[in-house]
């Protein structure tokens, strides 16, 4: 299967700081890419996505930058807020069969008051 | 009202009994899924359906039955439940380009 992983499981900051969270892939046959957010008792929900002819993605206070030569993805949350505690995984599509996701294990992000 | 409806929200079962877990969809999506969450594992792929008429196995399908009843309906099933299929299950939909992909809210399975 697709090895899409995370260099951290967990990752706490400070309220108004910047996260950053980290993702591994290593198909370079995969040419999509997403992050998701998952809530306690609830479902991921879509973050924001890219394509592998883009480096970089702005959504509001969340930024993806893909670096294909070394297969690492990152998601950048501007001015963290408590409501941003929660699990985040990556997710990244490959160009062969059905075209499914394959999920990492996730992050998650505590934000300290 | 959402867009993805799983039910039950949680279910305890017994080793060897036959459970059904559903979901509906009111996306439109041709694209259903059936994922699996254990802890430190992610989402793994049990079974998708790209449409009424194809139903096809993910990476974990073994265990585990699907029916895709129509466009909006999807669901899974444990012929013969075992304590390791214990998690937490989502469905999901997407359109079929097959990218973003919306979820429901989960339902808990227990099997003791």
């Known amino acids: 299967g697709e090895s899409v992983g995370l260099h951290l499981p967990t990752l706490s900051v ?11 892939y290593s198909n370079s046959a995969s040419d999509y890419f997403i992050w998701y957010k998952q809530e306690s008792g609830k479902g991921p929900q879509f973050i924001i996505d890219i394509r592998s002819n883009m480096d970089k993605r702005q959504g509001q206070r969340v930024t993806v930058l893909l670096n294909k030569t070394v297969k690492h993805l990152s998601l950048q949350i501007a001015a963290t807020q408590p ?4 699990v985040y995984f990556c997710a990244e ?3 062969t069969g059905a075209n499914n996701l394959f999920f990492g294990t996730g992050t998650r992000l505590t934000v300290i008051p | 009202d959402a867009d993805v409806t799983q039910t039950p929200r949680n279910r305890i079962t017994k080793t060897g009994k036959r459970i059904m877990l559903e979901c509906s969809q009111t996306k439109g999506h041709d694209r259903m899924y059936w994922y699996r969450q254990d802890p430190g594992l992610g989402l793994r792929l049990i079974y998708y359906s790209f449409d009424v008429k194809d139903i096809n196995k993910g990476e974990i399908s073994d265990g585990y039955s699907v029916s895709r009843q129509a466009q909006a309906k999807f669901s899974l099933s444990l012929e013969s439940a075992i ?3 214990t998690a937490l299950y989502f469905c999901a939909t997407s359109d079929s380009r097959a990218e973003k992909l919306f979820f429901g809210s989960g339902t808990q399975l227990s099997v003791l």
Do not use: K, W, Y
């Open chain 1, 14 to 24: 400070q309220e108004g700081d910047n996260s950053i969270i980290n993702c591994a």
């Open chain 1, 93 to 95: 599509r490959t160009q």
């Open chain 1, 83 to 86: 409501g941003d505690s929660a």
């Open chain 2, 83 to 85: 304590p390791n299929q």
